[in-house]
């Protein structure tokens, strides 16, 4: 089986950072893309950033110069940078990685991690 686990959510002031990270673990073949997603209350869970094996990156045009994705291979971890927060970045943020199982024929399948809140306010 493969999870996925998240960590550096929490609160943080208007104009802050904060750096989450996600790392995929078990039975793991090969990662395609990579992704997180955030999910405010009350509305529907929302594509942030993307980014494929090699490297290329896609962005929500609401974060966009402010969020920076990356991932390390070799870790099976993926990267958001998020700078100059603001209150209506507020969300609960999902790590997504398209996964290939080790021994499976299958191409990928998406996995999802359990979410980290993250808090903007002052």
């Known amino acids: 089986q493969v999870q996925l686990v998240e960590s550096g959510g929490g609160l943080v002031q208007p104009g802050g950072s904060l750096r989450l990270t996600c790392a995929a673990s078990?039975?793991?073949?090969?990662?395609?893309?990579m992704g997180w997603y955030r999910q405010a209350p009350g509305k529907q869970r929302e594509l942030v950033a993307t980014?494929?094996?090699?490297?290329?990156?896609r962005y929500a045009d609401s974060v966009k110069g402010r969020f920076t994705i990356s991932r390390d291979n070799a870790k099976n971890t993926v990267y958001l940078q998020m700078n100059s927060l603001k209150p209506e970045d507020t969300a609960v943020y999902y790590c997504?990685?398209?996964?290939?199982?080790?021994?499976?024929?299958?191409?990928?399948?998406?996995?999802w991690g359990q979410g980290t809140q993250v808090t903007v306010s002052s």
């Open positions: 980014i494929t094996s090699l490297g290329t990156t």
């Open positions: 997504n990685a398209n996964i290939r199982i080790a021994l499976s024929r299958v191409a990928g399948t998406d996995y």
């Open positions: 078990g039975s793991i073949f090969r990662i395609n893309d």
